[in-house]
Structure formats: structure tokens, C-alpha cells
T-cell receptor, first 113, second 118 residues
Framework: DQQVKQNSPSLSVQEGRISILNCDYT??????FLWYKKYPAEGPTFLIS?????DKNEDGRFTVFLNKSAKHLSLHIVPSQPGDSAVYFC????????????FGAGTILRVKS | ETGVTQSPTHLIKTRGQQVTLRCSSQ?????VSWYQQALGQGPQFIFQ???????GRGNFPPRFSGLQFPNYSSELNVNALELDDSALYLC?????????????????FGQGTRLTVV
């Protein structure tokens, strides 16, 4: 039972344009959501997070949007850069669970120069 | 670089053998979580250790076991290895506040151990 789903295995975007990565979840108990980026031969690196009491969180070029009614979140990267090419994982948890993360399968982002 | 180190980086074992993977947590962190990432999938939570005790477990059989030491480093042990255990094993360290307050702190991942079972 996949509680966190990333339905797009890959995404290709031109440098300078917007990248939009999507994530859906099924467990309404989740109240904290995170995005991680992973390069080959490295562990996942934390990018940005959002609590369920918010619907948007920004950090530089990265913005995460949360739509609780649709159980959907998205990560926007503007402008996209070639160095953003990596696998992006969406993760969810309940704060009481303390960093026990449920991950999606990941989306491979390729930014073309 | 996160300060979370895992050893070894790569390992090949035969089916039925036992393996121990190690993780040094980041300075100031008291919680270690282990994840298994199979090819083409996202990391799956195995278990978490907080103050040397298991603090939650995912859907993994008892042949997956762990330890946390007083310095907060941790080991993952897998007995009776199966071919499906071939995966990237990730360790994540974080800080849990003393009263398990409803706050979430960032988890920092190590680079992982690539285990191949043949």
C-alpha cells in the first residue's frame, strides 16, 4: 500500500524554466511533508518542508505547495539550473512519529542547458 | 557534507550469510533511523533508535535488527540474507527533543551502503 506516490518517474525541463514535481498521499494522518534531493552515490539531502498548517513554503528558488483537501503537494523550482538534475523524493510523516518518513518512489529531474 | 558516515560503502554477501552495517551519527544528534532503498523505489523505513532503544519499526521481519551505542552511533544487522535484501541501506540521524515534543527536525542522511546478495 503506497501511502506516498510520485506518479511521474521522470521530468525534463529547459534551463531557466520552471520545474514542477508532484506528489500525492493517501494517509490523512500525515501532518508534515518534506522534499529530498539525491545525487548518484550520495544520500538524500533535505531541500524544503511544509507543515499541514500551511499551504505554501518558500526557500530561495524552491517553493512547496500543499493542498490538504486533495492530499497533494508540489515542488516548484524557479529558475531551473543544470545542477538541479537529480532524483527528487517526496516524504511524509506525522510529527508525533518523529522523523519516521514515508517516501515516494522519486522523480528523476533532468535540466537541459 | 552531512557528518553522517556509513561503512562499508559497498558489500557483497552470499545468500544465508549475516551482515552488519554501521552508521556514525552527526554530532549533537541522538536519533538514528535506518532505511532500505531497493532499485527504482524510494527509501523504506526499517526502524529507529532513540537513546539506545528501538523507537518504532517498519514492515521488516525480525531478522533485521539493530543497536544504538552510548555515543549514538548505530548498527544494522541482517541475518539469513535473501536475494531481495540487495539494496542501498541508508542511515539518517536527527535530534529528538527530550520530551518528544511535537516538532520535527531535519534528518541528515549518510551516503549509504550498497549491499548485493548473490
Amino acid at each position: 500500500d503506497q501511502q506516498v506516490k510520485q506518479n511521474s518517474p521522470s521530468l525534463s525541463v529547459q534551463e531557466g524554466r520552471i520545474s514542477i514535481l508532484n506528489c500525492d498521499y493517501t494517509n490523512s494522518m500525515f501532518d508534515y511533508f518534506l522534499w529530498y534531493k539525491k545525487y548518484p552515490a550520495e544520500g538524500p539531502t533535505f531541500l524544503i518542508s511544509i507543515s499541514s498548517i500551511k499551504d505554501k513554503n518558500e526557500d530561495g528558488r524552491f517553493t512547496v505547495f500543499l493542498n490538504k483537501s486533495a492530499k497533494h503537494l508540489s515542488l516548484h523550482i524557479v529558475p531551473s539550473q543544470p545542477g538541479d538534475s537529480a532524483v527528487y523524493f517526496c516524504a511524509a510523516t506525522k510529527l508525533e512519529y518523529g522523523n519516521k518518513l514515508v517516501f515516494g518512489a522519486g522523480t528523476i529531474l533532468r535540466v537541459k542547458s | 557534507e552531512t557528518g553522517v558516515t556509513q561503512s562499508p560503502t559497498h558489500l557483497i554477501k552470499t545468500r544465508g550469510q549475516q551482515v552488519t552495517l554501521r552508521c556514525s551519527s552527526q554530532s549533537g544528534h541522538n536519533t538514528v533511523s535506518w532505511y532500505q532503498q531497493a532499485l527504482g523505489q524510494g527509501p523504506q523505513f526499517i526502524f529507529q533508535y532513540y537513546r539506545e532503544e528501538e523507537n518504532g519499526r517498519g514492515n521488516f521481519p525480525p531478522r533485521f535488527s539493530g543497536l544504538q551505542f552510548p555515543n549514538y552511533s548505530s548498527e544494522l544487522n541482517v541475518n539469513a540474507l535473501e536475494l531481495d535484501d540487495s539494496a542501498l541501506y541508508l542511515c539518517a540521524s536527527s535530534f529528538t527533543p527530550p520530551l518528544l515534543a511535537r516538532v520535527n527536525t531535519e534528518a541528515f542522511f549518510g551516503q549509504g551502503t550498497r549491499l548485493t546478495v548473490v
